[in-house]
């Protein structure tokens, strides 16, 4: 698995959020899903790096588009 194929993982979850404002419990639970999905394919060390990575990754393209 890699920093590609969380993308989409990714994707997928801020879709599927409710509107707000979210119950914490939905949120832990679409979240958990979502990493779920991506466990056991990576080392446990090289997973959360990739989740960091993509997760900084999509705010900082984020706050770019926000400031074009």
């Known amino acids: 698995m890699s920093i ?3 993308q989409p993982l990714l994707a ?3 879709k599927s959020l409710p ?3 979210i119950d914490q419990n ?3 639970q679409l ?3 979502t990493l779920e999905k991506s466990r056991g394919k990576i080392s446990p060390d090289n997973w959360k790096s990739l ?4 997760l ?3 705010i900082f393209l ?3 588009s926000l400031l074009s």
Do not use: F, I, M, T
């Open 4 to 6: 590609a194929s969380l």
């Open 12 to 14: 997928a979850l801020l």
């Open 19 to 21: 509107p707000q404002p």
């Open 26 to 28: 939905k949120l832990g």
């Open 31 to 33: 979240v958990r899903e």
């Open 51 to 54: 989740w960091e990575y993509v």
């Open 56 to 58: 900084k990754n999509d």
């Open 62 to 64: 984020l706050a770019v």
